[in-house]
């Protein structure tokens, strides 16, 4: 057996198919990559089950320890498909982003249900909004879909107010796409929405103040868009030391926004590429639902691979984090 394939051998081999318990004293993880049907591509996510919430600085600590650009954390409701869920970047945490739900749903899959191919629908509380999330098992990976709701657009910005978004994003006016507007999109995680017609593998953040500029114009991160190749890149930090891989938040409301200026169409799959500047490929597909004259939801989907799975030591949980004996 070749090296590559005993490293990703057979998954029944492992799981033995058998579900696993999530009891409340459960401390496990599963490490999965989201918008990929390959293994070591798409965007890293840790995903926690710990029965119940620890301390905000330790779940804070976890995704640092991890290393990846974010984890999510969930406790269940009851014996029920719904979840309460914490999600942090290794700087804070989060209210909402993409593709942590959809890894926490092809995780859940595989916890409870592993490598069955029917269809399994989930539901996570997050602290402002509620997600629904269907998933299935097809060819060694996990498919997620999620509904990310109805995308809110905000402000045109104009030409003087762009110009300067542009110059720390090493691109200029002639990289712009002609005919559509810079503008703010939202579906609980608002982003400036910069299309492009050339010059996306020049873009990068030069400099500080990007994350000044955005919060005039009530935008949280840049997303920039090539909109004839559907591809596109963001960056975690607002000084571009880290590149994203895959957006899950920003893949529905760039259908969104293509839908609305004539660029995609209704009710029809729109595929995003990210990741390429990374060497991550990562491939999100988003369906813009409603008709011509509003959007009534926006879905998003990919492809995802458990990689690992993992438990934490319990009785060193317990005693140095529920019992915050460990000084932060």
Known sequence: MKSNQLLFANRQSLTCGAAMPLHADTCIYKHVNVFSNQPLCGNSLAVFYLGQFPDESLMLRLTQEM???ESIFLTRELLTNTFNVRIYSKEEELEFAGHPILGAASALH??????TDSKQAWRFLLRKVSIQVTTSYLNDCYRAEMDQGIPHFGKILTSNEYLPILHL?????????????V???????????????????????LTEGLEELLKLYAAKEVYVFDVQNREGRNWNNHVGTVEDSATGSAAGIVGAYLVKYGQGKMNTPIVIHQGRFVNRPSVMSAVVFGDENNISSVHVSGDNCIIADGKLDARLFQKYFINKKLQF
């Not at 595989?110 to 490598?115: F, G, N, S």
């Not at 994003?169 to 507007?181: H, R, S």
């Open 67 to 69: 290393k990846h650009y």
């Open 183 to 205: 503008t703010v999109v939202s579906t609980g995680f608002p982003y400036l929405i910069i299309p492009l017609k050339q010059g996306l593998e020049n873009a990068k953040i």
């Open 169 to 181: 994003l090493n691109l200029n006016e002639t990289n712009l796409y002609k005919g559509l507007p």
């Open 110 to 115: 595989d916890w409870l249900m592993p490598m």
